[in-house]
């Protein structure tokens, strides 16, 4: 079993429920691992960073949990040998006196 790490992958995207999150972009901060079956095939980490950064970008996400299911999802299909994932996605700037974000954790049996 072999463990990608993909951290602090920076950018900014719409994404949340408050009006001006819906006009202008923010920063988010996403951690990602990735535990995989390298028998299985290779898992090119540039391939995950574009799917994760297009994916948000595009789709423009109301909620952070509906973000990281899709990312789950689309990251399993994509990537089949995928065993374990975690997707930590932070809005750096959403508050003053501190970062917000979630975490989601994904067990796959096959």
């Known amino acids: 079993m072999f463990t ?5 992958l920076e950018f900014e995207c719409i994404v949340g429920i408050l009006d001006f999150e819906r006009e202008t972009p923010q920063k988010v901060c996403i951690d990602a691992v990735i535990a995989y079956d390298f028998d299985y ?9 574009k799917i994760i950064k297009k994916s948000m970008i595009k789709r423009k996400f109301y909620l952070l949990e509906d973000a990281q299911r899709f990312l789950a999802k689309k990251l399993k299909k994509k990537f089949p040998q995928i065993h374990f994932l975690k997707i ?7 508050l003053p ?13 096959s």
């Open 41 to 49: 095939g290779f898992i090119d980490y540039a391939k995950v960073v």
């Open 97 to 109: 006196e501190c970062r917000v974000g979630i975490e989601l954790e994904s067990r796959f049996d």
């Open 4 to 8: 990608i790490y993909i951290e602090q």
């Open 88 to 94: 930590k996605i932070v809005k750096p700037a959403i």
